[in-house]
Structure formats: structure tokens, C-alpha cells
């Protein structure tokens, strides 16, 4: 037995406001948090195992995980792995990686999917795409990110329109 050092009281904390439901399938914003390279079990190849943040709407603050096959005895893993990977690395503006802590804190948009339920495991949110981060937050090709549009290069401000003379519903200082 150890003693804890105080009376831990559950009035004094709040219930935690963790859900652990599925996310519903769709594109969300994230942030990827964690990126390590790790043996498979069989230890017959190497995978990227990433964590991502949710980081905007409803669902900000969950997180999800994914892995991509970077060496495997099956060649077609292996592809779709580094295809999955060349995705990812596009999306987050990146035209190489070395070290899988270069991935952390990059931003991007992931597409999640529902892996259903297989033998004792539950079914889970897997990644199934990756795009760059897409809405208002990111700039638009060849925009400002501005919400107000640039006007052409050779675009002129509009002449001021003057108020006609002598009409009584026009203000006296927009009279000529």
C-alpha cells in the first residue's frame, strides 16, 4: 500500500469530456503531433506510425492514428505505403523526408475512414488521403488568402458619382 500524500476528492475535478466514438467519415484539419518509425511485429519491415490532432470544428482536440508501410517482404504494401507517403509529404509542402520528427507540427487535411471491426479488435478511424489544408485559413491559388479579392492589374477605382444639383433629398455637402 502507498500513500498518496492527500485525499484525492472526485468532487474537486470535473468528469472528463473524452469520447472515444468514431469519428464520422470526412476530410478534417490536423496537425500531425507524433511520427516515430517502428519495426513490425513480425519484424520483417519498418512503418511510419503517425499521431494526428484534429485541429478545427467539432471534433478539435481528437486524435486518431495511422501508419504507413515503408519496408515490407510484400512488394505491393510496400508501394502502396510509399504512394501513401508521397501523398502526405505533398500535402504538408514537403519534396523529401530523412527524419520522421520533420513531420511533426505540419498541418494538412486527412480524409478519415471506418476500418471495420476484425477479429477481437474494434473498428477504428484509419487515414484513407491526404490533401494540403483546404478552406479560408489557407491561401488560394494564385490568391492573397484574403477574404477580399485582389482586382486585376489593370483595374481602375471607379469614378465617384456626384449627387445632381438641386434635389432636396440630397445633403447640402453632396450638392454642386
Not at 500531425?32 to 494526428?52: C, D, H, N, V
Not at 486518431?64 to 509542402?93: K, M, Y
Amino acid at each position: 500500500m502507498a500513500y498518496i500524500g492527500e485525499t484525492f476528492d472526485t468532487g474537486s475535478v470535473e468528469p472528463g469530456q473524452t469520447s472515444f466514438d468514431l469519428l464520422p467519415a470526412g476530410w478534417y484539419p490536423c496537425q500531425i503531433t507524433e511520427s516515430a518509425l517502428k519495426m513490425t511485429k513480425a519484424a520483417t519491415g519498418q512503418y511510419i506510425a503517425l499521431t494526428f490532432s484534429i485541429i478545427a470544428g467539432p471534433h478539435a482536440g481528437r486524435k486518431f492514428w495511422g501508419t504507413l508501410n515503408l519496408r515490407n517482404p510484400s512488394p505491393e504494401a510496400e508501394r502502396i505505403g510509399r504512394q501513401q507517403l508521397g501523398d502526405l509529404l505533398r500535402a504538408v509542402g514537403m519534396p523529401a523526408l530523412s527524419d520522421t520528427d520533420e513531420l511533426i507540427g505540419r498541418e494538412l487535411d486527412v480524409k478519415v475512414g471506418v476500418q471495420p471491426a476484425k477479429d477481437q479488435f474494434e473498428p477504428k478511424n484509419v487515414p484513407k488521403g491526404y490533401r494540403a489544408v483546404q478552406g479560408s485559413a489557407a491561401p488560394s491559388p494564385g490568391g492573397t488568402g484574403s477574404m477580399f479579392p485582389t482586382p486585376p492589374p489593370n483595374a481602375t477605382a471607379p469614378a465617384p458619382v456626384a449627387a445632381p444639383a438641386g434635389d432636396n433629398n440630397t445633403p447640402p455637402w453632396l450638392r454642386k
